[in-house]
Nanobody, 118 residues
Framework: VQLQASGGGLVQPGGSLRLSCAAS????????MAWYRQGPGKERELVAR???????MYADSVEGRFTISRDNAKNMVYLQMTSLKPEDTDDYYC?????????????WGQGTQVTVSS
């Protein structure tokens, strides 16, 4: 299994970023895919989910600002982030929902860092 997120960076408040995630080793088209985020000393938080057919769900903190999407043909999931706020600063990870089980623990691939600061 591989989950590799990319697209993070430094952006000013109010700006936008688009995150991408390449997934392999899973039956991608049948899985609910999700974006999560975690900052230092914080619990990992579910940000958004997208079902195989495209139905989406969002955390209240990002509703109306973030858009999750997927391309089942490419095994890719995306997170378009707009109107970014400093509190969106975190490491972002993609995974299935619930997260992939790796011998009793969740598997987390490579995340991507998002910093929102002026």
């Amino acid at each position: 299994v591989q989950l590799q997120a990319s697209g993070g960076g430094l952006v000013q408040p109010g700006g936008s970023l688009r995150l991408s995630c390449a997934a392999s080793g899973i039956n991608f088209s049948t899985r609910i895919m999700a974006w999560y985020r975690q900052g230092p000393g914080k619990e990992r938080e579910l940000v958004a989910r997208v079902l195989s057919g495209g139905l989406t769900m969002y955390a209240d903190s990002v509703e109306g600002r973030f858009t999750i999407s997927r391309d089942n043909a490419k095994n890719m999931v995306y997170l378009q982030m707009t109107s970014l706020k400093p509190e969106d600063t975190d490491d972002y990870y993609c995974n299935t929902w619930p997260p992939i089980d790796d011998g009793g623990r969740p598997y987390w691939g490579q995340g991507t860092q998002v910093t929102v600061s002026s």
